[in-house]
Structures are given as C-alpha cells and as structure tokens.
C-alpha cells in the first residue's frame, strides 16, 4: 500500500527533525574538538617554552663548568 502525501510529508518532517538533532550534536562536538585543539596548541608553545628555556640553562651551565674549569688552580 502507498502512502499518502500526508504520511510522506509527516516522515519528512521527523526525519528533517532527527537530522537538525544529529547536526546540533555534531555542531557540539566540533566546538568540543576545536577547544581541545586550541589547548593542545597552547601546551605545545609552553613545552616548546620550556624547552628552550632549559636549552638556555644547560648552555649557561656548561659555559660556567667550562670557566670554573679554566680558573681553577692545578
């Protein structure tokens, strides 16, 4: 049996429903992703922060173990 234009339009009506439900979800998620995104990308300027801040450190440190070395008295 065929449906009716009236039961057609009724199951494009839910099915138009469930689909702006499904997109709202996803719309939810792609915000969640994109601040899970800037953070990660946050972390990774501080990592490479400190990263050079303790490449500073170590350079100083072995110029002063370097000079330590040469003034010390044999």
Do not use: C, H, S, W
């Amino acid at each position: 049996m065929a449906e009716t234009v009236n039961e057609r339009t009724t199951r494009l009506e839910y099915l138009m429903g469930v689909l702006a439900e499904k997109q709202a979800k996803l719309d939810d998620v792609l915000v969640v992703l994109t601040e899970a995104q800037i953070k990660t990308e946050e972390r990774f300027r501080e990592t490479d922060q400190r990263f050079r801040d303790t490449d500073a450190r170590i350079e100083k440190l072995v110029v002063a173990i370097g000079e330590f070395l040469r003034n010390k008295p044999q």
